[in-house]
């Protein structure tokens, strides 16, 4: 029993079937990517997990509680913190104002709205969000705008704020879209460190495979909204499967 396990999970937008009889299972403390050609269906997944959208059909299951019908900040309660494919940080504040914000809401309970107005006044979470900054290297940059950083540290910022939150399970859907190679592999190294440092299980929606084959060691490759292969990396690669459905080969 993997620490998310999905099942049969189906959702359609209008005529467009954007999920078929999905199943994943994810196993506790391993980087678990999932890989596929552009529309296959990988955000609406990642979606489905954190409670955006609600699946048709099927269950999502995580550490043996169902995430359906609960609101993404209770889901994230239960110990999944995500990063989308864009950037989600607050350009007008600074980097230690941005880190502030999940330390105030691991002690509030929820990643809202009222947790960024009370970074502005409460101060006595610096502490924790100062030791999440030095975690991440960054505690030199804290004073900077967040929108002057590069889109390397922006990434890194954002990681650090969801595993300030120390979930269980880290999201990441295609944490390098549109980054230059050093940045890419910047935050591979960074998506190592926390790997080999932490107790937390990765699933990384990922378009890069050098990205995927520097860190997964499982990947499950879908395609038109179906999973098509469950392997290890060294299996994927020639998969006439694969090659056929991603590598337009
Ligand atoms: P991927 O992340 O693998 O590139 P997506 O999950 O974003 O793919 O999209 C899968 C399919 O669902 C695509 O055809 C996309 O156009 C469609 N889609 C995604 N989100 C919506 C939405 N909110 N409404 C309608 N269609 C959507
Ligand atoms: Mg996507």
Redesign the pocket.
């Known amino acids: 029993m993997g620490i998310l396990e999905v099942k049969g999970v189906n959702k359609r937008?209008?005529g467009?079937q954007?999920l078929g009889d999905v199943n994943l299972s994810v196993q506790e403390q391993t980087v678990h990517a999932i890989i596929?050609p552009?529309?296959?269906?990988?955000?609406?997944?990642l979606n489905c997990l954190v409670g955006k959208l609600i699946p048709d059909t099927g269950s999502v299951m995580f550490d043996g509680q169902s995430v359906l019908g609960r609101t993404p900040y209770e889901i994230n309660q239960m110990g999944i913190s995500r990063v989308f494919q864009t950037p989600e940080i607050f350009g007008d504040l600074t980097v230690m104002e941005n880190m502030m914000i999940p330390c105030f809401a691991k002690r509030d309970g929820s990643f809202s709205m009222t947790a960024i107005a009370a970074v502005r006044n409460q101060k006595d979470i610096i502490e924790h969000a100062m030791h999440a900054l030095e975690d991440m290297n960054m505690a030199d940059k804290r004073h900077m705008h967040s929108a002057s950083l590069s889109r390397g540290d922006k990434r890194r910022l954002e990681i650090g704020m969801c595993l300030a939150q120390e979930p269980r399970l880290l999201l990441l859907d295609e944490p390098t879209a549109g980054m230059a190679r050093a940045d890419t592999n910047n935050t591979i190294d960074l998506l190592k460190q926390i790997r080999d440092t932490r107790d937390i299980t990765i699933a990384i929606?990922e378009h890069d495979m050098h990205v995927v084959f520097s860190l997964a060691e499982r990947i499950t490759v879908?395609a038109q909204?179906t999973p098509l292969v469950e392997e290890t990396p060294e299996n994927i690669k020639g998969h006439p499967k694969v090659r056929e459905a991603y590598l337009g080969e």
């Open positions: 937008f209008g467009l954007a596929g552009n529309g296959a269906g990988k955000s609406t997944l929606i879908l909204g």
